[in-house]
T-cell receptor, first 111, second 118 residues
Framework: QKEVEQDPGPLSVPEGAIVSLNCTYS??????FMWYRQYSRKGPELLMY????GNKEDGRFTAQVDKSSKYISLFIRDSQPSDSATYLC???????????FGSGTQLTVLP | GAVVSQHPSWVICKSGTSVKIECRSL??????MFWYRQFPKQSLMLMAT?????????EQGVEKDKFLINHASLTLSTLTVTSAHPEDSSFYIC??????????????FGDGTRLSIL
């Protein structure tokens, strides 16, 4: 079993839709949770970073962490075609602070 | 803030050539940088952790003599793919964290280097 499971999609939604992206993890030692957005042939771009259960909002993006069920989510409101990308969840673990990535979800927002 | 610059963005070269990729933290010092490899439609695979002033730590299965890492300053790490062959063609991405290995800050990534070996 992978430490971080993420539905690879692809996910296709109409412009303006609310998008829900989800990951589950198995390692209770994970303390820090991130969402990255990666456009084709570019490096991942940090979207959200949180370390506690609950919600964190930044503009149209909301990250949700439920440590009791080991479940993390990213919600995108009023989705735009420019949101079309691959979204990667990532957790921090270990003394070397190595990231553990999900497999990524490919999102397409149709105009 | 927390900008990581990677150069070059794209390299095409003949088999047997050695290729050097640079990763720079532009507005912060990074005692630790990470090197990843990514194949099409796959997630990032950690290759090695680069430590300033000491030897890099390689992940299992990554040949340290093939992928030479040098982290000579707090803002620069280099990855050299020695005697590259077509199977080394991939997307190489570096990242850095402000504050070093014990930092809880998230990693920031460069824009990647697309390496094509003919």
């Amino acid at each position: 079993q992978k430490e971080v499971e993420q539905d690879p999609g692809p996910l296709s939604v109409p412009e303006g839709a609310i998008v829900s992206l989800n990951c589950t993890y198995s390692n209770s030692a994970f303390q820090y949770f991130m969402w990255y957005r990666q456009y084709s042939r570019k490096g991942p771009e940090l979207l959200m970073y949180t370390y506690s259960s609950g919600n964190k909002e930044d503009g149209r993006f909301t990250a949700q962490v439920d440590k009791s069920s080991k479940y993390i989510s990213l919600f995108i409101r009023d989705s735009q075609p420019s949101d079309s990308a691959t979204y990667l969840c990532a957790n921090l673990s270990g003394s070397a602070r190595q990231l553990t990535f999900g497999s990524g979800t490919q999102l397409t927002v149709l105009p | 803030g927390a900008v990581v610059s990677q150069h070059p963005s794209w390299v095409i070269c003949k088999s047997g050539t050695s290729v050097k990729i640079e990763c720079r933290s532009l507005d912060f010092q990074a005692t630790t940088m990470f090197w990843y490899r990514q194949f099409p439609k796959q997630s990032l695979m950690l290759m090695a952790t680069s430590n300033e002033g000491s030897k890099a730590t390689y992940e299992q299965g990554v040949e340290k003599d093939k992928f030479l890492i040098n982290h000579a300053s707090l803002t620069l790490s280099t990855l050299t793919v020695t005697s590259a062959h077509p199977e080394d063609s991939s997307f190489y991405i570096c990242s850095a964290t402000p504050g070093g290995t014990r930092s809880n800050q998230p990693q920031h990534f460069g824009d990647g280097t697309r390496l094509s070996i003919l």
